[in-house]
Each structure stands twice: as structure tokens, then as C-alpha cells.
């Protein structure tokens, strides 16, 4: 079969893996940058281009859209949709997973558990939430960001005044986020494909830092999640209509949290630590989807 993964970087671990997973069972695949497609809309000459000119169509697509691309890469999806061509990646999931508070709004209308969060537009909003949350340390988080970048600390309503100052520039909202003190730095990231979980990691956050991110030292381990564990994470993602997620999780006292549906997961840290093939279960999915 013909399966195009549209990726930025060929040589990145998670485009270089699906390359490999696609190869090894005996399809031709391929890597197009969808930072060079462009939508092209012309009767039956209806095209997706590539450097301006018509790209041969796959049987099958696997989207993977980095964050700072998230606008180009909805347009190539939604050409796809135009064309008819199967891919793994619902344009409107993606969307609502970029967005933090959009996706927790959703997982909070489906009765998932979500950690306390206020939305706000000014440092004044902050405040006044702040002091109805009545505890600190704060998180704050930009609303679209990834690998930690944009997820602060605070420790007192002055350095949360700073912190949001800062983040209101470079965004027009933040989100203030409960501290889940007895998590300890941990968390726990389960790799969704299709209607199972494929794979699940425990990552810790290395000392002095709370945020449990690979990219930032987090040391990371293979774990077997519950059943109830399992269906929360295959609940959340279906709410959002993820197909391929990495659903983040944080323990706390009155049950696991969700804190995250990631639609364009990396491959990289829970390859390694669970030794799973995600990349083949992905390109399976994907060839099983062509043949519907």
C-alpha cells in the first residue's frame, strides 16, 4: 500500500520509526513536508500541490503536525478530506487538542475527571482567581504549547502576577491550574491507537523540576494501567475524537486527573522505555483504515 506520512523531519525519531514499521511490512512509504502543500481547489483539477505542483495521492495518510504548524497542517487535512483520501487524524481533533482549556472543557462536559482550572484574559483575572483558589503553588500554562515550554510555577501571588504578565504577552489568554502536590513529579503518559492502548509510561520529573517531561530530564518507565485506567484514557480520547493520542494522566488523591490529550504524540521516550512498536501498530491501524 502507499502511505504518506506528512512530517516535517524525515530524520526525527517518530517519522524515521512509521518509515521503518511501513517499510518492514512491505509498504511504500514516503514523507512529505506539508509545510510546501497547498490546497488547490479547481473542479476535477481539485489538487493537493507540492511546491506548486500536484502531489501523487496515497492510498493512506499519517498526519503528523507539529505545534508550531497547526493552521497549514488543519488546511492539508481537510484537503485530504476533500480528495477522499483515509488518514489517521480527525482537522477538528486536532484543533481541540491544541487548545488546553477547549480540550478540558470537553473532557469536563463528558463527567472525566480534570484538575480545578480557571481560564483568564487579564493579570486582574488572575488575581481575583488566585485568591478563590485560595492555595499555592499555581500552575500556569499558555494554552497552546508542548514539551513543557509555557507551563510555569508560582509560589506567591506576586510571582504569579509576573508569570501571567509575561505569558498575556505572548498569548491572550492562560490557564491557572491546581498543584497536585502528592503527584511527586510524576505522571503517566498511555499511547492510544484506534479503540486500544497500545503502551503506557510513568514519567518523574527530575529534581527541582515539576514538570514531567522527557525533553526535560524526566526519567521515564513502562507501566500496566488498570482496566478503569485503560477506559478512562480510551473515554478521553474518544471524546475529543483523537484517533492516534497520547493521553497524560496525574495522580492525585481523589483519583487519576486528566491533564492532556496530545494528537500528535512523539515515539521516541515510550518506544524506548516500554520497548512496544507503536510505529507498527500506527501503520496498522492506518493500512486497516484504507481498507474499509
Do not use: W
Not at 488546553?100 to 475527571?113: D, F, R
Not at 487519576?256 to 490529550?261: F, N
Not at 512523539?266 to 493500512?287: F, H, R, S
Request: net charge neutral; glycine share 8%; with cysteine.
Amino acid at each position: 500500500m502507499q502511505i504518506t506520512i506528512f512530517s516535517r523531519g524525515p530524520s526525527l525519531y517518530s517519522t524515521s520509526r512509521l518509515v521503518e514499521a511501513g517499510r518492514t511490512r512491505g509498504h511504500q512509504t514516503k514523507v512529505i513536508d506539508h509545510a510546501c502543500c497547498s490546497p488547490s481547489l479547481h473542479g476535477e483539477k481539485t489538487a493537493l500541490l507540492l511546491n506548486g505542483k500536484p502531489l501523487k495521492l496515497p492510498e493512506v495518510a499519517i498526519p503528523r503536525i507539529g505545534a508550531n504548524i497547526t493552521s497549514r497542517g488543519a488546511a492539508v487535512i481537510r484537503q485530504l478530506d476533500t480528495l477522499g483520501i483515509p488518514h489517521t487524524m480527525d482537522v477538528q481533533a486536532l484543533l481541540l487538542a491544541r487548545d488546553k482549556m477547549a480540550s478540558l472543557q470537553v473532557l469536563a462536559a463528558h463527567h472525566l475527571p480534570v484538575p480545578r482550572t480557571v481560564l483568564c484574559f487579564s493579570v486582574r483575572e488572575v488575581r481575583t482567581a488566585a485568591l478563590r483558589m485560595e492555595q499555592f503553588p499555581i500552575v500556569v500554562k499558555l494554552l497552546e504549547s508542548t514539551h513543557g515550554v509555557g507551563v510555569a510555577l508560582a509560589r506567591s501571588l506576586y510571582e504569579l502576577e509576573r508569570i501571567a504578565e509575561g505569558f498575556l504577552h505572548l498569548q491572550d489568554r492562560v490557564i491557572l491550574q491546581e498543584y497536585i502536590e502528592e503527584s511527586d513529579g510524576r505522571d503517566i503518559r498511555a499511547f492510544i491507537v484506534g479503540n486500544r492502548v497500545v503502551a503506557a509510561m510513568e514519567r518523574k520529573a527530575m529534581e527541582g523540576e515539576f514538570r514531567a517531561n522527557i525533553h526535560r530530564g524526566a526519567s521515564a518507565r513502562a507501566v500496566q494501567l488498570s482496566e478503569k485506567d485503560k477506559d478512562l484514557c480510551l473515554r478521553a480520547a474518544a471524546a475529543l475524537g483523537v484517533e492516534v493520542a497520547g493521553v497524560d494522566l496525574i495522580p492525585s488523591n481523589r483519583g487519576p486527573l486528566l491533564m492532556e490529550i496530545n494528537a500528535s504524540p512523539g515515539l521516541e521516550g515510550i518506544e524506548t522505555a516500554t520497548e512496544v512498536d507503536i510505529a507498527g501498530a500506527i501503520i496498522e491501524y492506518a493500512v486497516n483504515k484504507a481498507q474499509l
